[in-house]
């Protein structure tokens, strides 16, 4: 399994970034994909996630209306549009895969080295 994430960078508030991942080694669109991320000194907290055929989202409160989650189950490839950024949305962005959701929570067994996103002025 290997998840290749991109698309982070620098962005001032109120700016926009798409993220990608590129997912091989496993049958992708079988499985539900999902996006956390990590602030340093911080733990993990899911962002998003999506069912295998993309139908179904999820989104954490802090995200919910300015974060979109789809995927090309053609191209093996989850993506992440981020709108109107904020300084607290700067993280480290990994691209996971997940095993179960209990009580809308995921659990992941696999993700990526991560994408840096940082919102500054």
């Known amino acids: 399994v290997q998840l290749v994430e991109s698309g982070g960078g620098l962005v001032q508030p109120g700016g926009s970034l798409r993220l990608s991942c590129a997912a091989s080694?496993?049958?992708?669109?079988?499985?539900?994909m999902g996006w956390v991320r990590q602030v340093p000194g911080k733990g993990l907290e899911w962002v998003s996630y999506v069912d295998g055929v993309g139908g179904d989202t999820y989104y954490a409160d802090s995200v919910k209306g300015r974060f979109t989650i789809s995927r090309d189950n053609a191209k093996k490839t989850l993506y992440l549009q981020m709108n109107s950024l904020k300084p607290e949305d700067t993280a480290l962005y990994y691209c996971a895969r997940i095993i179960k959701i209990i009580a809308t929570k995921p659990e992941y067994d696999y993700w990526g080295q991560g994408t840096q996103v940082t919102v500054s002025s």
């Open positions: 080694g496993f049958t992708f669109s079988s499985y539900y």
